[in-house]
């Protein structure tokens, strides 16, 4: 029996938040002003970095109630490398927010893409293919090469090969093939998918990576419905994808094969002619409750499309909205703005669009200013200025710790 002073002084001992349970621990997270903090936070012990990587469900709900940042945007290199001996890196141009936290993250990333520099045998030349989840999917062609890294974890993940030549079968030769695209996982941030595109001039197929196998897998060829009577069967360069779904668009922009990666099925759905307009500039994204949406701008106009059944019983893409941007460009802009006459969707992901100005005039060398536009609220704000003379991806900031 421990003496009565020794009693009393255990009954009177402080609650630490070091004693605190993970699930009291986390309710308190949840109340942080934003990610970038919780990030920062998280990393401060090895408890509180296991507490909020180990749980998806409290992930997803701090998603719900504070949106990932932008940190910035990506660019591939703007042409061939002149030079075998000289770096060709894609770039990161940062957003510049007042937020310390993600100004601190942002720092702290690799974001010069060293890891990649450190790996032997693979000489430069990199090109970015996809962003999501905070993983970047990058390929180097003279090597045959392919890489998944993580630069706010400042590592790669993965390296893996697809120079075999039982790897993309068909993908080559007689077939066009499109850039990869990056699927990661929300309940195991360590896993992820690969997936490639290719098509002939009736026919489309997938062939898929696998981190948990290391392995590729080519699906049979597929035959496409509504391609085009006449002449050959195209599809657009892209690698628009969400909630599971890739896009990609007939040349004609008459119809859109989508592929979904559950099921791994081919299907083709018709889009509105005034997506043909070839003015008209148009991406596949999500809003911020994660439903399905396509932006499009023709000159300074901006609208939304979302699938919706109709009264015949079909489900098509429908207009639910479409906003004038020239008065917002104005205030934004100032003066600048009389140096362009459009804006085109670069990218569209969680509720944000991302723009950016241009000049129709072939010999302009004007440098366009990148923007942001919330689908909910339509407010436009300016990101920063650059030529735009490459590939882009948003690097949006992941919720998840390794």
Known sequence: MAPEGQEREKKSSPTTVASLAEDILLEIFLRLLSLATLVRAALTCHGWRRAVASSPAFRRRFREIHPAPLLGLLFNPPGAVQDPALPAFPSFVPTRGTDRDQAAAVRGGDFFLTSLQERH??????????????????????????????????????????????????????????KACLFCSDEDPTSFRVVIIAHDKSRVRATVFSSDTGEWSALPWVDIPARPRRGKFWLLSGNMQTNGFLYWVYKNCKYMVSLDTATMDFSVTELPVFLKNRLCSFVVGEMNNGEPCIVYAINFTVGVLLRRTESDGVERWVLDRAEILETQLGLVLGKLMEDYNEVQVVAVRDGFAYLVTSERSSGSRTPSWFLSLCLETVKLEKLFRRTYDSFVQPYVMPCLLL
């Open 121 to 178: 045998g693979v000489h430069n030349g990199w090109d970015i293919h996809d962003c999501r989840g905070g993983y970047l999917l990058l390929a180097n062609a003279d090597q045959l090469t392919m890489a998944v890294t993580n630069p706010l974890a400042r590592r790669s993940e993965s390296f893996f090969d697809f120079g075999h030549e039982d790897t993309l079968e068909g993908h080559r030769v007689h077939a066009f093939a499109h």
